[in-house]
């Protein structure tokens, strides 16, 4: 079956939308070097990794469906944040923005009847809720250490012992 030129143009601007994020979250995770708070600079750090692996899956998508892929310039990402609260709020409006880039496309799938675009997207719709999740967890518990820096040190301690996403659970899934 044919990609539907339509959906392969979303695809590929996806490409460019998750090497955007993975850019997003290298520059906070280079912020976070800059600071105390070496725990939140490997979260970060992680899940830039992470954004570059769902570039890949969209990018070996596109190619698996006979279609060109077609790449665009990634833009600079903000690079000066307040506090760790700061980032992990831009943080949480990065991935709903990500969210609803999935869902215009699953939107997209299922207009034209394309069910493996749309099995593809269902996987991206349940990383995203995990990943929204989690940023929101930590984002919530930073406001409730505020300033306290006993506090903030045991998060960031947490923080940096979330695991490097490996890409085999996103190569499992497709
Ligand atoms: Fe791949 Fe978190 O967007």
Redesign the pocket.
Known sequence: MTLNSKLAKLLNEQINN?MS?SYIYLAMAAWFEQTPYTGFATWMFNQSR??TM?ALKFYQYVVDRDAAVVLQPIAKPKADFKNPIDVFEHSLKQ?QK?TQQINDLFEVAEQVKDHASKNLLLWFLN??ME?EKSVRDMLDRLKLAGNDPASLLVLDREAGQRKAATGGEADAAA
Do not use: A, D, R
Request: aromatic letters at 0%.
């Open positions: 998750e994020s992470e954004e769902h991935e990500v990383e995203q990943e």
